[in-house]
């Protein structure tokens, strides 16, 4: 499968729907952040992560290899997923299919917004859009699929120590 067909995007929006919370707060925030940053030591990745909520910065950190330019692209590419309510990999996949540039084709300032792969939007069942998790330092593709093991290894971490019902 190639990162420009619209099979890939599918895959991309089903992630969205896959990778959602029962509940997200300030400790979820933390968790989050930090397995992502265990990710990153672990791997010896330069990447920053970041975590927010409703527009506040809840978890951030940025490993050895970054430089203040990672935080910029973490706000562009966060500012993406706020405003479209998809991740950034898809906004900037879906304009790269349509071979038109995303900034044209959704009259957006390139200074304020990023669509490249990195951040992902954090929806809550029942809710809806609440927030974003976003990874900067690596390819836009590597970005997105770190975040997206995160999660994945996040939430099913989290549903099994769910206590029965």
Not at 16 to 24: C, K
Not at 101 to 117: C, I, Q, S, T, W
Request: without cysteine; negative net charge.
């Amino acid at each position: 499968m190639t990162f420009l067909s619209q099979e890939f995007l599918d895959d991309l929006l089903a992630q969205e729907e896959r990778l959602q919370f029962s509940a997200f707060d300030n400790e979820a925030a933390l968790a989050l952040g930090l397995h992502l940053v265990e990710l990153g030591r672990a791997r010896r990745l330069p990447i920053t992560v970041d975590v927010r909520r409703a527009g506040q910065q809840l978890f951030h950190a940025a490993l050895a290899g970054t430089s203040p330019d990672n935080d910029e692209w973490v706000v562009r590419k966060s500012a993406v997923v706020m405003r479209f309510g998809h991740s950034s990999y898809y906004m900037g996949r879906r304009a790269a299919l349509k071979d038109v540039p995303f900034h044209e084709a959704m009259l957006v300032d390139p200074r304020e917004y990023a669509a490249h792969g990195g951040s992902f939007p954090i929806r809550v069942i029942g809710t809806g859009l609440v927030g974003t998790v976003t990874v900067s330092g690596l390819p836009q593709h590597e970005d997105h699929a770190l975040v997206v093991e995160a999660l994945d290894a996040f939430l099913a971490g989290r549903a099994s120590a769910a206590p029965p019902r």
